[in-house]
């Protein structure tokens, strides 16, 4: 059964930069077959695809928030990251790792239980 | 302002049938599959259908979803207590920034 799960400050202040990681257990973040994806919720409201990566390093970012993003992917330690540069205020979400099959990107089967991040100084 | 538009809540009694519509344009729902996620409150996003009408193992058939133009809707028959979560539509936006793209979430409450 795979498993994710998101690590990572909890607290981050205004114009710095947030990151997470994803941890992958129960299958190899190697395989050519999956999209390593993030999304995120701010309290009270809907969710927002962040972006996601491939294996081979290839990335697609939400174009709102593509100047800022960053993902990148450790198959040595099987995980996968998120950066996001100058954070405000509105980047304060819960921030979900997710998987998704190559060729279907919005078919996310597997998430990680999520991780508040505030923006505050 | 959500890319697919949702009503914001639904409700319906147990052991009725209650239906969730999700819009779009030719861009998204228009030209590619359609996605539902069931959130219970305080818990991550779980898959309930993929492309258009599928749906993963373990969802139980009470679950289904359609696809029509520029529309989708999901319906969850025989309502129970344990349906009463936020409901989202995903699909693909073909548009100059292609990205996936949710409805705002329609929150059920089974009365």
């Known amino acids: 059964q795979v498993q994710l799960q998101e690590s990572g400050p909890g607290l981050v202040k205004p114009s710095q930069t947030l990151s997470l990681t994803c941890s992958v257990s129960?299958?190899?973040?190697?395989?050519?077959?999956?999209?390593w994806t993030w999304i995120r919720q701010p309290a009270g409201r809907g969710l927002e695809w962040v972006g996601h990566m491939y294996t081979s390093g290839s990335t697609k970012y939400n174009p709102s928030l593509k100047t800022r993003v960053t993902m990148s992917i450790d198959t040595s330690k099987n995980q996968f990251s998120l950066k996001l540069s100058s954070v405000t205020a509105a980047d304060t979400a819960i921030y979900y790792c997710?998987?998704?099959?190559?060729?279907?990107?919005?078919?996310?089967?597997?998430w990680g239980q999520g991780t508040q991040v505030t923006v505050s100084s | 302002q959500s890319v697919l538009t949702q009503p914001p809540s639904a409700s319906g009694t147990p052991g009725q049938r209650v239906t969730i519509s999700c819009s779009g344009s030719s861009s998204n729902i228009g030209s590619n599959y359609v996605y539902w996620y069931q959130q219970v409150p305080g818990t991550a996003p779980k898959l309930l259908i993929y492309r258009n009408n599928q749906r993963p193992s373990g969802v139980p058939d009470r679950f289904s979803g359609s696809q029509s133009g520029t529309s989708a809707s999901l319906a969850i028959s025989g309502l129970r207590s344990e349906d009463e979560a936020d409901y989202y539509c995903?699909?693909?936006?073909?548009?100059?920034?292609?990205?996936?793209?949710f409805g705002g979430g329609t929150k059920l409450t089974v009365l």
């Open positions: 129960g299958g190899s973040i190697s395989s050519a077959t999956y999209y």
């Open positions: 995903a699909a693909w936006d073909d548009s100059l920034s292609a990205s996936v793209v």
């Open positions: 997710a998987r998704a099959p190559r060729g279907d990107s919005e078919k996310l089967d597997y």
